[in-house]
Structure formats: structure tokens, C-alpha cells
């Protein structure tokens, strides 16, 4: 078999998990337009996944920091190389489907993070992994993230309720409304920008794992395009199953509200992506939402959300690396070739198809939030 | 095992989180600034005071030019890296 097949099976993997990514996220990105009405669903959907097509070509940052400032590169090199990558990827899909199937929380982010430093421990050893790069790029701005989304858009609603204060509310919810047009713009493009990196990332380590680029290597367009792409047509697909399955995360909030919590998230998320901090978008974008709501009453916070993300960080990491550990230990025991991809992706699809049909015929999975 | 303290790169957290906060805080307060002089331009012309009316469109018309050159610096940033 072709050695290249390895590499091939990496990338169709790994945009397969962008996409996935996307279809997910959808829900976070136009959820708070959809409730407020700053825009109807089919318009809002089809502003996001432009937006997260858009998004992807405005920075490298986060993915230079998944490339090359997580995994060394350099250490994970050779004719394993290719399984290491694969194994993380195939961690980081497993993790996803065990959390959907049984309502846990989860991020895909730090899936994917984890699966790729638990198949490179298990290669390679502590060796592999920059500490460093994991720790002051990942774990520490992963936690302040949420924080601060949620302080930051307490603020700014208190502010906007003190500056419209006294005004007649029809036109200031008809002007909150535009500024959401804008605000809910903003979150898809910071999506587009910190999310669809992350796949570049990944495709990108493959690449000079497989020596095709040289260790330092930025994306090539082909990869960013195909990584914007994949987002974008996850991110329009995932809005077509919310309009079918209307109330899905719509959450009661005012237009200020809307704007604030929208504007919190994206300004997070997009500084964050110009330092290379590769975050749970989902994470901060709840965190923003439930900022918003602390203004009114301490009691409308959905605390529940709060530990849904407490529990998917505490969760996600090590059970995603256990599981990338776990299937690069089956392509070592398949003889360490072509031979172990091969047959963990056609089983794979198996599994998955399967799963989705037994999920269709007892209904939808319970949302985790 | 080196400290977290050691490793972290605070001059970046810190940059992110204060560019965060100033973006988002400087944004509302532009954003809502336009709102309320919209919304005081239709009510002061209601009311026949002109020269009021007049002076929130301006409040209301500078705030939105700042929201659209907020929106674009910022993307000019991110691009420019």
C-alpha cells in the first residue's frame, strides 16, 4: 500500500472532525440571535458559516500553537509519525461520540488537544510534549477564558442598561437588535478564526511529520481553505438540524442582553486567537451568556452550564489522551504501517454508523450543554 | 517539574485578557452610546426641540462611525498578526 495513504487518511480525518466541529458549534454561534430576533434562523445560520469561512483566513496563530507548540514536532518525527497523529485524531473522534451518546459535557477543542498529547506520550514519552506550550497556551488561558468572557459581558451589560436607562424600550431594542447583527457576526468570524485553526494545526503537524514541510511550517492555503471550508459547510449543516429541532439551546434573553453576551465572546475569543491560545469556543461563549444574565438577578444564571464546563474540562483532557494512547497502542500491535489506520478508520465508520442508528431510533441524545 | 508560574507566559495572558476587556467594554459603551442618541433624536424631533435632536444624531452618527472603525482595526490587527 501507497506510505502516503497514512497522511491521506489524516487529512480526510481530520477535516471530517472540523466539519463535525462546526455542526456542533452552530448552535452556540446563532443561538442568542435566533431568541432575541435580531435575525431569523435561515438568515442567521448562512451569516454564521460565511463568517466562520471567513474567519479562517484571518490568522495562523492557533494553528502554529497545535502545529508545533503542544507535540514537538521534531520528537514525534520518523516513520511512526504519521500513526501518532492519526491515533490523537481518532481520540479526539471517539471522546466526541462517547460524550454525544450519553449527554456528557464536552469540548472538541480539548479533545483534539488531548488525543494528540495522550498518542505522543504514549509514542514517544514526556519527551514529545512542550510543556511550556501546553500549559501557558492551553490549560491557563483555557480557564481564564470562560472567566473572563463571563466578567466581561456582566459588565457590559450593566453598562448598556445604565446608558439606554430611561429611554423608551422600542427603540432601543430595535437598536440593540442591529448592533446584534454585527455582535453575532463578530462570534461567527472569532469561531471561524480560533476553531477552523486548530484543524489547520493538526493537518499541518501531519504534513511535516510526514515530511512534506519542513518543522516550523506554516498552513498552506490548500490547507486553510479546505479547513475554512469544512467548518463552514458543518457550521450550515448544524443550523438546518437546530431550525428542525426549534428551542435547542434558545435561551429568554432581552437584546442587550443578546448584544453583550455576543460581543463579550467574540472580543475573548478573538484576542485570545491573536496570542495563539487555541480555546474551547463553546466555553467562552457560555461563559458570556451567562455573564449577561447576572444583571438582572443573580438566580436567572444557569449555574448548571457553569459545571457542565467545569465537569468537560476535568473530563475531556485525560479520557481523550487514554483513548489516543489506546489506538496508537492497537496500529504499534497491527505492525506500525498503513495497516492500523486503515483498519481503525473502515472500522470506525462502522462504529459510528451504527451508533447514529441506534441513537435515531431512541431519539435524540440529551444535550450537555 | 517547573513551576506554572515559570512557564506561563503572563505578558501574553495578561495582553489577552486586557485586550479582551477593553475591545468588549469599549465596544458596548460606543454601541449603547449610538442606541441612546438614535433613540433621543426620535423623541427630542417629536417634541419639536431641534437643535437636541440634532446634537444626539451627531452623538448617534459618531458612535456608529467608531463601532464600524472598532470593528475594522481590529481585523486589521488580527490579519497583520
Known sequence: ???????????????????????????????????TGAASPKAAILFAAVLNFVGAFI??????????????AEAISGPDALNIVFAGLMGAIAWNLITWYYGLPSSSSYALIGGIVGSALAAVGTGAIEVEGLVGKVLVPGIIAPILAFLVA???ISICYRIVN?????????????????????????HGINDAQKTMGVITLALIADGV??????PPFWVIFSA????????????????????????????????????????VIMTSSYFGFPLSTTHVINGGVMGSRIAKRFSAVRWGVAGNIVTAWVLTLPAAATIGAVVYGVTVLMGGGVAGPVVISAV?????????????????????G | ?????????????????????????????????????????????????????????????LSVLATVVLIVLGIYLMVAG
Do not use: C
Open chain 1, 1 to 35: 500500500m501507497d506510505p502516503h495513504l497514512i497522511l491521506v487518511i489524516v487529512i480526510v480525518t481530520a477535516l471530517a472532525f472540523d466539519f463535525t466541529n462546526g455542526f456542533h458549534d452552530t448552535a452556540d454561534i446563532v443561538a442568542t440571535s435566533i431568541s
Open chain 1, 59 to 72: 490568522s495562523i496563530e492557533v494553528a502554529a500553537t497545535i502545529a508545533s507548540g503542544i507535540v514537538s
Open chain 1, 154 to 156: 456582566g459588565a457590559a
Open chain 1, 166 to 190: 430611561n429611554l423608551r424600550p422600542g427603540p432601543v431594542n430595535r437598536g440593540y437588535r442591529v448592533a446584534q447583527i454585527a455582535s453575532g457576526g463578530m462570534l461567527a468570524l472569532a
Open chain 1, 213 to 218: 514541510l519542513d518543522a516550523g511550517s506554516d
Open chain 1, 228 to 267: 475554512a471550508t469544512a467548518i463552514a459547510l458543518g457550521t450550515y449543516s448544524g443550523g438546518w438540524k437546530i431550525i428542525k429541532t426549534t428551542g435547542t439551546r434558545i435561551i429568554k434573553m432581552d437584546t442587550a442582553q443578546g448584544f453583550s453576551a455576543q460581543g463579550a465572546g467574540a472580543a
Open chain 1, 348 to 368: 470506525s465508520v462502522v462504529v459510528i454508523a451504527a451508533v447514529f442508528v441506534q441513537r435515531a431510533r431512541r431519539g435524540a441524545p440529551v444535550e450537555a
Open chain 2, 1 to 61: 517539574m517547573p513551576l506554572i508560574a515559570e512557564i506561563v507566559n503572563w505578558a501574553d495572558v495578561g495582553g489577552s485578557v486586557v485586550a479582551g476587556a477593553v475591545a468588549a467594554i469599549t465596544l458596548t459603551i460606543v454601541v449603547s452610546l449610538g442606541i441612546r442618541g438614535m433613540a433621543k433624536y426620535v423623541d427630542y424631533g417629536q417634541e419639536g426641540r431641534i437643535t437636541a435632536a440634532y446634537a444626539a444624531l451627531a452623538i448617534g452618527g
